[in-house]
């Protein structure tokens, strides 16, 4: 699974990377359900990192589903 930056977004926008590496966490968990694989919980380590990436120093964003 690969998250690829939207750039066509303004630069004023809150934290796009945070938004798409939470809809990507969201979209795991969702699809996955409480049994997971270890590529399932690879990934979702990855997006978390990159989640916490993405929300420093920017806006608030208080979800990482």
């Known amino acids: 699974m690969a998250l690829l930056l939207d750039t066509s977004l303004p630069a ?3 934290a796009p990377a945070a ?3 939470n809809e990507a966490i969201r979209a795991l968990v ?3 359900g409480q ?3 270890e590529v399932e919980a690879a990934t ?3 997006l978390l ?3 916490a990436e993405a929300t420093r120093g920017g806006p608030d964003i208080v ?3």
């Open 49 to 51: 990192i990159e989640w």
């Open 44 to 46: 979702y380590e990855v």
């Open 35 to 37: 049994d997971w694989s």
């Open 19 to 21: 938004e798409h590496a």
């Open 30 to 32: 969702d699809a996955s």
């Open 12 to 14: 004023d926008r809150p």
């Open 63 to 65: 979800e990482a589903a």
